[in-house]
DNA sequence: ACATAACCGAGACGGTACGTCGCGTCTTCTA
DNA sequence: TAGAAGACGCGACGTACCGTCTCGGTTATGT
């Protein structure tokens, strides 16, 4: 699931016709495309092929479901998105990364992705797969930027790294899906400052 | 949208045979097993009309679709679940609303909560339906929790309460409905202590 | 199969809506123009549905199929087109019932008889069907055309009845559906008079 | 059409690999085994190339399409299974001559000639070419049959010979596409003798 | 001898129709 | 008039087959 599986790896010789991966790439731009245009519920397989000009066998070849699909799409586009910050301070890295992160999800991969956390109860695959990508690279970055603060003295001694990487992907996420209030740069601030800070830094 | 509308204020003096107002609960309660047992993308309203053997124009006579039916059913039980305790301290209140609050999200209401999100982009008369019951429902509830708090002298001066609240919100929502780790007492507690505590009240 | 099922005999108090019979109507005549159209093989139940302004669903709920739907819009056809003479004459007979018949397979709906005759070897069910309908409705009428005349003495006594209806039929079905030269009443004629006339005739 | 169209006279002197003839039996075969197995109209391509171990792309550069591969393979089979019979008297010949074509219409190919008439009256490429070789063949074979008659002085002067051989045709064809009743040697011979035989025979 | 060109098996491709399913509405009978 | 039952128009689903194409690999010929 998740992403195309002819990666070539464990494909014998190449028997056939092999796959046109430029297809992939068409398919996935005008899954985004319709996505942004209907968003997710009203995204039609059929309206998809259509936009990239393809068979519908074409998109089931290579993607189980509609979900499988747009998740593909949303992490392909999530790694390409989520460079890691290096500023020299705590502050100044959680600010910048965070930042980016709030703008990334203010655009269609944030509708996409919201979507998608619907589905993740009753779709076991899916959430270990969004979970894998979305979440954990997102995670990840914050764990480093908070061991480059540590080695740079910044971190108080027993501060609870877990809690405050989970507390940070939580008020964006927060916002974004269910209040709706703006995932703006003054809100960034004010959890870097009265939430995150106070959680780990020193002498705070 | 969102409450069976014939509450009578709008209806001419009533001629012929009255709603069985007891259909309202059968279909409700049918509505939240099927959707707890097949999620709610797969709840269909054949199925719910079928469980509650009525018919489906019963179910159109109540509610407009799908999604009004669940947000109703959801709302609902909201209202009976979100008690407001007053144990006479910040930390106690705290503690005791959002473990119960994490309770009852745990349960099938919380899925069908989370299913509910994923639509919240594309129909904003659910989403704002949604926002003003399920959220700020419980936002309330916390607001009051720390009117209280303040009147007791326990909190700091510049508190930022709205933020307080949002993260409490924040926590719970996001393990829910993304990670998927356990809305168990230890991390309450410790989202209590550690987060919300230092955040609010006063000599942390 | 053949005929729509839901005849009412057998169908318990009437439950629900009942099914809309002018529907069938309308299906079948849309049926029979897309076949005098576009043939039997290029005929989609989509295009017959469209023309009918009906929804698929519809057509599925009374016929099982396309083959079905088609054999069902020819029988009923050649019930009201069959209509049986009585001239007086063994001759009058045959040729007032054969050249009637050659003008009905010369439309559309032999045709599509056509059509279904390259099913019935792999449909038992639409053979046995064919066979009970269009096929012995023509061969009962020659046979009660013969009967009256052994009844006027026009008869020889030994006459090989069951062969002469089936070279009538024969005859004119090989035409239409082999060789494709016409039907035409020159050769109805010499039909009755150089084979027919003979082979069951007295004194000939 | 109809035929692989290699021949070799309009191709230029033969450059790069030749094709392999051997697989043109091979597809006949496989094409006729899957029509005898599934009938014609669940015929696919892909199974006639699975069957053959051959690409589609083989079938497609001998036969344009489906029914030109089948019709060829019939035709064929038929030039093969005519053979034309001399017994010395007209009874004898037609009797002989009929029912080898019975029991050659009762194998795999009678079913295969009944689904190609299916398709004749809008496909007029195919009528042409199943007319000019199925039915031309059996035709002809049928005229010297009665050309030598004649020349015996078996013949009446006026015997309305064109009609003898379409009624001895559609007397079989009838039987196996329509009726289904089997086309066994009795029938064959009633046949001569109660029709064809008064027919065209002198001093009936 | 070896490049050339057409062959061959395999299977991906764009497209069309399939038969099913769910939606929300409408129409019957029964209470 | 409400309610149960279920037919209706609509439209998307995922599959199957069409006929074409593009691969890697094979096999005769013509330079």
Redesign the interface.
């Known amino acids: 699931m998740a992403t195309p599986v002819y990666s070539g790896a464990t494909r014998t010789p190449q028997r056939g016709r092999p796959r046109d991966a430029s297809r992939d790439d068409a398919l996935r731009q005008a899954a985004l495309e319709v996505m942004a245009e ?5 995204l039609t397989m059929d309206a998809v092929a259509a936009r990239a000009r393809a068979g519908k066998a074409t998109i089931y070849r290579r993607w189980e479901s509609k979900l499988d699909l747009v998740i593909d799409t949303c992490t392909q586009l999530a790694q390409q998105n989520l460079a890691e910050p290096d500023t020299g301070s705590l502050a100044g890295d959680l600010r910048e990364f965070l930042s980016a992160f709030a703008a990334f999800l203010s655009g269609p991969v944030g ?1 996409a992705a ?9 779709e076991p695959e899916l ?1 270990s797969a969004f ?1 894998g990508t979305f ?1 954990t690279a997102q995670r990840d970055v914050l764990r480093r930027i908070l061991d480059r603060a540590e080695e740079r003295g910044e971190l108080r001694q027993d501060a ?1 790294r877990g ?1 405050a990487v ?2 940070a ?3 964006l ?3 974004l ?4 209030d703006p995932l703006d740069l003054p809100f960034v601030d ?2 870097v400052e ?2 995150l800070m ?2 780990v830094a020193k002498g705070q």
């Open positions: 209907v968003g997710y519920r009203a509708k919201q979507a998608l956390v619907g589905e993740l109860p009753h959430a979970r979440l609870p809690m989970e507390i992907g939580a008020a996420i927060y916002r899906m269910l209040t709706g004010r959890v009265q939430v106070p959680l």
